[in-house]
T-cell receptor, first 114, second 113 residues
Framework: GNSVTQMEGPVTLSEEAFLTINCTYTATGYPSLFWYVQYPGEGLQLLLKATKADDKGSNKGFEATYRKETTSFHLEKGSVQVSDSAVYFCALADPLSGYSTLTFGKGTMLLVSP | EAQVTQNPRYLITVTGKKLTVTCSQNMNHEYMSWYRQDPGLGLRQIYYSMNVEVTDKGDVPEGYKVSRKEKRNFPLILESPSPNQTSLYFC????????????FGNGTRLTVT
């Protein structure tokens, strides 16, 4: 079956530090990949996505590149802010399941201090 | 404003007392889904619906029911809640299935004693 593995958190950084959150996946087809973010007390919001190999998704200074050869979709940001503190979820949608379901990783909490 | 609305936000109940968590979206989305979020387990899908009168099981459907009589509403029903259903529940919708951005509600925190 499909699965998504993320690095465990929390990830604790100082403001302006470089961020990497690792994500690897297992899928039977060629999935679409996503990063969602959850701020305290809220639901998840789509941060970025990529639908095919070598695509780069980007939004709000965050980037992730779909690497088929390493089955990875690592999230990066060059300079984090306190307001980036949240839980980040990597997810995939598999065409072999008709794109009917989204498989999430367990989430990685990011804490950014001033 | 485009949104997914869940009610209630917080619910405390006792074992065996039937309850319904409502979910409504105003974006005319065909796809709707329910997830539960638990510490260390992330989000797991309970049920989803591709359209009116079309529902299917997700990864953890046991103990839950859903219905989709109208496009905008997708209630989650717990016929006989148990303590292991204590969790944070999210409803989500999208216009093109999960490849399209999922719009999430703000969650319902359920405690079953």
């Amino acid at each position: 079956g499909n699965s998504v593995t993320q690095m465990e958190g929390p990830v604790t950084l100082s403001e302006e530090a470089f961020l990497t959150i690792n994500c690897t996946y297992t899928a039977t087809g060629y999935p679409s990949l996503f990063w969602y973010v959850q701020y305290p007390g809220e639901g998840l919001q789509l941060l970025l996505k990529a639908t095919k190999a070598d695509d780069k998704g980007s939004n709000k200074g965050f980037e992730a590149t779909y690497r088929k050869e390493t089955t990875s979709f690592h999230l990066e940001k060059g300079s984090v802010q306190v307001s980036d503190s949240a839980v980040y979820f990597c997810a995939l949608a598999d065409p072999l399941s008709g794109y009917s379901t989204l498989t999430f990783g367990k989430g990685t909490m990011l804490l950014v201090s001033p | 404003e485009a949104q997914v609305t869940q009610n209630p936000r917080y619910l405390i109940t006792v074992t065996g007392k039937k309850l319904t968590v409502t979910c409504s979206q105003n974006m005319n989305h065909e796809y709707m889904s329910w997830y539960r979020q638990d510490p260390g387990l992330g989000l797991r899908q309970i049920y989803y619906s591709m359209n009116v009168e079309v529902t299917d099981k997700g990864d953890v459907p046991e103990g839950y029911k859903v219905s989709r009589k109208e496009k905008r509403n997708f209630p989650l029903i717990l016929e006989s809640p148990s303590p292991n259903q204590t969790s944070l529940y999210f409803c989500a919708s999208s216009g093109g299935g999960p490849r399209s951005p999922l719009h999430f509600g703000n969650g319902t925190r359920l405690t079953v004693t």
